[in-house]
């Protein structure tokens, strides 16, 4: 079993440049690709930042520029490095880690994380 505990929501004022940690504890072989989501009331659920074991990443137009996320494989830790933030990005935060045991995949989801951002 594997946990996520993501860290370092809240609320913040436009323009502020919080960062967002999660950090996956439990039994891990390795973990392939991370990413973080966001779900703001009444709407879907949307990527916002993946990066794959290798390091690349990718980002929507809405966030491109803004946000940065990385990773520490020693700590099994993916951060979100959010900058310039408006209003409209107010929402539920959530990590997401994809991790590889020998002969299987799995999925798992952090608990989420509140941001909200103040005009």
């Known amino acids: 079993q594997v946990q996520l505990v993501e860290s370092g929501g809240g609320l913040v004022q436009a323009g502020g440049s919080p960062r967002l940690s999660c950090a996956a504890s439990g039994s891990i072989f390795s973990i392939s690709a991370m990413a973080w989501y966001r779900q703001a009331p009444g709407k879907q659920r949307e990527l916002v930042a993946g990066i794959t074991s290798g390091g690349s990443t990718n980002y929507p137009d809405f966030v491109k520029g803004r946000f940065t996320i990385s990773r520490d494989n020693a700590k099994n830790t993916v951060y979100l490095q959010m900058n310039s933030l408006k209003p409209e990005d107010t929402a539920v935060y959530s990590c997401?880690?994809?991790?590889?045991?020998?002969?299987?995949?799995?999925?798992?989801w952090g608990q989420g994380t509140q941001v909200t951002v103040s005009s």
């Open positions: 997401y880690m994809s991790v590889r045991y020998s002969d299987y995949v799995d999925g798992y």
